[in-house]
């Protein structure tokens, strides 16, 4: 056998040398055609979005083999690498030797080469990265996880890893998936009748985090920029485009940084990942807006060339109540925003991604620091076209005795809190941070429309499947 080469290489670098030379690919056949003499077969190999055209002289090949060579099965095939004579390939392959590694039935290999739904793709979630559209999206999911990383490792920032299964509910939100060894049939109870969690595996309740956060505050309080990236789990209720079960997020946490250096933080870790993309992605990203969204080149052109707004709750309030439009939520001072007011800011006033800041204290979570005002905390939000809500921060109250008064109005059980209480006893100072849900990024960066489409293998309620 030859030597193997990628497909990406292959179409990508400067191949003269091996032009005229038997080489060797291998992949699946994503469709083949032809006529009485011979047959083409375009090959995809995961490594590009680009197929490479395999020419076969129908004299030359058993028949018994030709047979099995149909959509989706998977091919060894050494050949002559030649310039290509036809339209939309640079080189094509003159097959000498074919070996058939697996077949995919035609009656039952469900990825036929006509155009399927993104809802029929999510029942076959286990097959949908065979697809060009998918296999698009998940090498662009791996160049934002490698980019992530290194736009934190540039600028001095270190990887902490929080833990995954946490005792205290960062968000405060009541929305966390309980860990236990416990017989749930023959539960542990004490003499009043509680569940006895002392007799379960970590001696006390726990769950899945939701958050990094708190554990990534006593890093930046140490090692003084800190990042985490990890997975992180909601069991909220919402079946929407937007919302996951289980989801990754990037929560970068740094010392002596204000709201302001969060912000700035924040917008130019935006701008570098959708450079990034633009830099190194192009032919994924120019795939899926062809075929998806046509303005998707046009919108992250356009967030990377402008400045995001800033403003106030207070000040977007006052825009939302003066607007034409009917929403569905009604808009007042204290309301959390909904995905429509979000966007009808983003999208409908400024026409561009907004930061928002101040943010009445009861709609945030027990951490952020208190304005002066007594009613707002110096929380942000980044609001974007198509998605709303992609980054949620704050400044961080170091103020001991406020913060314990929060947690105590809040009733926040203390017994678990005790720990993130003492950063503010000892060498307590000021510092920020924010958490982006990286799937809220993917779909900013692909345009697709549903969260489900951004991860390989979604969990949503009611749906674990594979
Ligand atoms: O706004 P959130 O809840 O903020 C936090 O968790 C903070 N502890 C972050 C921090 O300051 N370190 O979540 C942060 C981001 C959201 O802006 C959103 O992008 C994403 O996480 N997110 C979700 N993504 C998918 N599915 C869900 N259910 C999500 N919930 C939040
Ligand atoms: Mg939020």
Known sequence: MSKRFEIAYLLKSNIDNLIDTTINIKGWVRTKRGNKNVAFIAINDGSIVHNIQVVVDLANFDEELLKKITTGACLSVDGKLVKSMGQGQSVEIQAEQIEVYGEASPEDYPLQKKGHSLEFLREIAYLRPRTNTFGAIFRLRHAMAFAIHKYFNDHGFFYLHTPLITASDCEGAGEMFQVTTMDLNNLPKTEDGAIDYQKDFFGKQTSLTVSGQLEGELGALSLGKIYTFGPTFRAENSNTPRHLAEFWMIEPEVAFNDLEDNMNLAEDFLKYLIRYALDNCMDDLQFLNNMWDKELLERLNFVLNNSFVRLKYTEAIDILLQAKKKFEFPVAWGVDLQSEH???????????????????????????????????????????????????????????????????????????????????????????????????????????ANIRDVIPFPRTPGNAEF
């Open 342 to 448: 979000e966007r009808y800011l983003v999208e409908e006033h400024f026409k561009c991604p907004v930061i928002l800041i101040d943010y009445p204290k009861d709609i945030k979570a027990f951490y952020m620091k208190q304005n002066d005002d007594g009613k707002t905390v110096r929380a942000m939000d980044v609001l974007f076209p198509k998605i709303g809500e992609i980054i949620g921060g704050s400044q961080r109250e170091e103020n001991y005795d406020k913060l314990l008064k929060r947690i105590e109005e809040l009733e926040i059980p203390q017994k678990d809190m005790w720990w993130y209480l003492d950063t503010r006893r000892w060498g307590s100072a000021p510092h920020s941070g924010f958490g982006l849900g990286f799937e809220r990024l993917l779909l900013f960066i692909t345009g697709m």
